[in-house]
């Protein structure tokens, strides 16, 4: 009876132990899957205008967000935010911090779809805003579908304006989507499951003294390489 005590005591203060490694593994696997979405997005023909990649402040990747529901539609999605590091984010790339995306639809549907998002954040009050707290896309932040395409133009008003670009990657078809509407947050569990402590969006992204997971070297490895300087517009 004692020893089964002692297994069964054991196998409690174990468990948040075991709970920590697959929460953590969860966030790798969703790191590496970024990382894979970008080099495939960065290597079709019509893909994220260099110049506008050269232009970003930072890069959002959202693997395989589901879409679509019986009845009551939405999407929910998890992924990372890599910063250009520095006080104006004109440095080298740095470490990735966990986001959310959110987006809510009423509407009969059934099924779900799997789709990839990436977004350009484009300026420094669009990085902040992100940073502090939930933002609503066209509401608190301006988004604006990107222009797809090694020689498309990035000279219309809406682009010029607009805080966040999106893109969309569905069933191969790669495309900007506006995306109004829906919402991007600071991923709070994750950062803390992927870093193994509660540390903030802001504090990642500023420089924490954190080692960069090695589930995102890829993904910074090939930011970097794209994408090694900033260039204002």
């Known amino acids: 009876m004692k020893r089964l005590i002692f297994v069964v005591a054991a196998m409690f203060a174990l468990a948040p132990l075991s709970y920590a490694r697959d929460a953590a593994s969860e966030e790798h696997e969703r790191l590496q899957n970024a990382g ?38 939405g999407s929910y999605g998890r ?29 009969f549907q059934v099924g779900g779809q ?22 609503k896309l066209g509401a608190d932040a301006s988004v604006a579908a990107g222009p797809v395409g090694r020689a498309a133009t990035a000279g219309t008003d809406a682009t010029f304006r607009a805080e966040i670009l999106a893109y969309s990657r569905s069933r191969g078809i790669f495309a900007g989507i506006s995306l109004e509407g829906a919402s991007l947050r600071p991923d709070s569990d994750a950062n803390r499951n992927l870093y ?8 990642i992204i500023n420089g924490s003294e954190v080692n960069t997971p090695k589930a995102a070297h890829d993904l ?10 900033l260039k204002p517009s």
């Open 36 to 73: 894979l979405v970008m080099q495939e997005v960065l290597g079709i023909p019509d893909d994220i205008p260099r110049d506008l990649l050269d232009q970003a402040r930072c890069v959002i990747v959202m693997p395989s967000v589901i879409k679509g529901a019986f009845i009551v539609g």
């Open 79 to 107: 992924g990372a935010m890599v910063c250009r590091t520095g006080k104006d984010f004109s440095s080298q790339w740095g470490k990735p911090t966990m986001m959310a995306l959110e987006e809510g639809s009423v509407g």
């Open 114 to 135: 799997a789709t990839d998002y990436v977004f350009l954040v484009m300026n420094d009050r669009g990085v902040h805003s992100l940073l502090q707290s939930k933002v």
């Open 196 to 203: 193994g402590r509660s540390i903030n969006a802001a504090e």
């Open 220 to 229: 910074v490895a090939l930011l970097q390489k794209t994408s090694p300087q």
